[in-house]
């Protein structure tokens, strides 16, 4: 079975621009999270969608969006970007959005703010 | 809130060496625990996970246990190889608004040489 997919898997942008990340889960699972690793950091969470309805946001300004398609995949949005914005965006899926189920995570987008 | 806290790295260790990365937390509730790998350029792997009290987790040779008492969760693994050099990143299920978000350490580099 395919692995949780992200694309692209790089981009570079400016400041000030807009980007979308897409993600598509493992077959059958109907929650996605999205987490920004900042380089030597670990993951910080931002946003966790089950069902396409939002169930959890982290402390991210609202600048960042995100939404859940029928089909389980899911975009995450990102307006007037900063250089600080700077990350490996990761993708998880589960089966279901409660903490003891395993969450799966995508290779990646790297987005370099420039 | 809740957090997890791991030994800073680098660890260097030969090969055939044992290895333990210590992992403390901080919850409220009894949070689900999980250790995920990260190698160089990729996104993250579980490599193990123990959801209550005394569970132990075990994969490819690594072991962790859940100890309520001393709300640690450290990662040990009898016989490091090369291929073991990677990131370790120690996390914990947060229940956030009406979903999970998975809390995660700084991370732990472990070099391992022949």
């Known amino acids: 079975d395919a692995g949780v997919t992200q694309s692209p898997t790089h981009l570079i942008k400016t400041r000030g621009q807009q980007v979308t990340l897409r993600c598509s889960p493992i077959?059958?699972?109907?929650?996605v999270s999205w987490y920004q690793q900042v380089l030597g950091q670990g993951p910080q969470f931002i946003f966790q969608?089950?069902?396409?309805?939002?169930?959890g946001r982290g402390n991210f300004p609202d600048r960042f969006s995100a939404r859940q398609f029928p089909n389980y995949s899911s975009e995450l949005n990102v307006n007037a970007l900063l250089l600080g914005d700077s990350a490996l965006y990761l993708c998880?899926?589960?089966?279901?959005?409660?903490?003891?189920?395993?969450?799966?995570f995508g290779p990646g987008t790297r987005l370099t703010v420039t | 809130g809740n957090s997890v806290t791991q030994m800073e790295g680098p660890v260097t260790l030969s090969e055939e060496a044992f290895l333990t990365i210590n992992c403390t937390y901080t919850?409220?509730?009894?949070?689900?625990l999980f250790w995920y790998v990260q190698y160089p350029g990729e996104g993250l792997q579980l490599l193990l996970k123990?959801?209550?009290?005394?569970d132990k987790g075990s994969n490819k040779g690594f072991e962790a246990t859940y100890r309520k008492e001393t709300t640690s969760f450290h990662l040990e693994k009898g016989s490091v190889q090369v291929s073991d050099s990677a990131v370790y990143f120690c996390?914990?299920?947060?229940?956030?608004?009406?979903?999970?978000?998975?809390?995660f350490g700084k991370g732990t580099t472990l070099s391992v040489s022949s």
């Open positions: 996390a914990l299920s947060d229940r956030i608004q009406a979903g999970t978000a998975l809390i």
């Open positions: 919850a409220t509730g009894y949070p689900s």
């Open positions: 123990a959801t209550k009290a005394d």
């Open positions: 969608y089950y069902e396409k309805e939002e169930r």
């Open positions: 998880a899926s589960s089966l279901l959005a409660q903490g003891w189920y395993e969450q799966y």
């Open positions: 077959s059958g699972h109907k929650s």
